[in-house]
């Protein structure tokens, strides 16, 4: 099975936050919302991830978001709901329904075409920029 990359990078950055201690050093975050559709239509329980472009600047974390049941999302970086660092973002998009093995229920493949599942090849670019970013409709299509 292919490692989701995503996932990795989301269960890594608490640790990589915690690990520094009291002395961590936060950028400000300001508040980033949207809306995620496959072809015209919400897309429900997507994992997006906001990867910040250039790397310039290292302290610049992603920030990730997953999609309530009309497709709307919330992003955080730090803390939930907190949003991301002002700049540019190639945002990966992934979406894998559950699915019941003997082991008990585990994520399916991504259903997504998968230049959405890489910042190397998606399409979906953003700004962040200071105060709130209510962000235009992202409609992914195959």
């Known amino acids: 099975m292919k490692p989701n990359l995503n996932l990795i990078v989301l269960l890594l950055l608490p640790l990589a936050s915690a690990g520094c201690g009291s002395n961590v050093s936060r950028l400000p975050t300001h508040p980033v919302e949207g809306f995620v559709q496959f072809e015209g239509r919400p897309l429900p329980g997507a994992f997006i991830v906001l990867h910040p472009k250039g790397l310039a600047d290292q302290k610049v974390l992603p ?22 660092i002002a700049g540019e973002y190639s945002v990966t998009v992934e979406y894998q ?20 599942a890489n910042p190397q090849t998606t399409d979906v670019t953003i700004r962040v920029a200071q105060g709130e970013n209510k962000l235009p409709v992202i409609n992914l299509t195959r």
């Open 97 to 116: 329904e559950l699915v019941k093995t003997d082991d008990g229920v585990v994520a399916g493949p991504n259903l997504l075409p998968p230049k959405y």
């Open 63 to 84: 920030a990730h978001a997953k999609t309530d049941a009309s497709g709307k999302f919330k992003a955080s970086t730090y803390d939930a709901n907190d949003g991301a």
